[in-house]
């Protein structure tokens, strides 16, 4: 009889803080931010190819954000966190060489977005390009 009462009481608990919780976040909708998604694929310009690279992530103050692969299969690639309204940069490393500053505004946004862009790898040129996927 013991353990039904403290199991109740533990139920009691958590709903009573479940419901202050939501009560807080649907008052203060500053404490709900939104999110921005970056993915989409890397290829190789001479033959496009899939290429399995790092993805780098910096802000405007060269502080490292974050990091993803992308897979040698499909060239595919995946980047979650971002800030709605922020300049970014990004810099792609293959097996041969580091491409640097990539730069990407994530759009003004109010909820959870998802943008796609596929990076085109100028391996010979040193550079990439940021292609918008519709």
Do not use: H, Q, W
Not at 23 to 42: F, R
Not at 99 to 120: A, F, G, M
């Amino acid at each position: 009889m013991l353990r039904l009462k403290r199991l109740t009481a533990v139920i009691i608990l958590i709903i009573a803080a479940f419901i202050v919780i939501s009560n807080n976040l649907m008052s203060n909708p500053a404490l709900l931010k939104p999110v921005v998604t970056l993915s989409g694929k890397v290829f190789d310009k001479s033959d496009n190819s899939p290429i399995g690279t790092k993805i780098y992530i910096y802000n405007e103050s060269n502080e490292k954000i974050g990091v993803c692969k992308s897979s040698d299969i499909d060239g595919s690639y995946f980047l979650t966190g971002l800030k709605p309204s922020t300049v970014y940069f990004l810099t792609i490393e293959t097996s041969r060489k580091s491409i640097k500053k990539v730069k990407l505004l994530t759009p003004k946004v109010s909820e959870y977005t998802e943008i796609v862009r596929d990076l085109i790898i100028d391996s010979e040129k040193n550079k990439v390009e940021m292609l918008s996927k519709k």
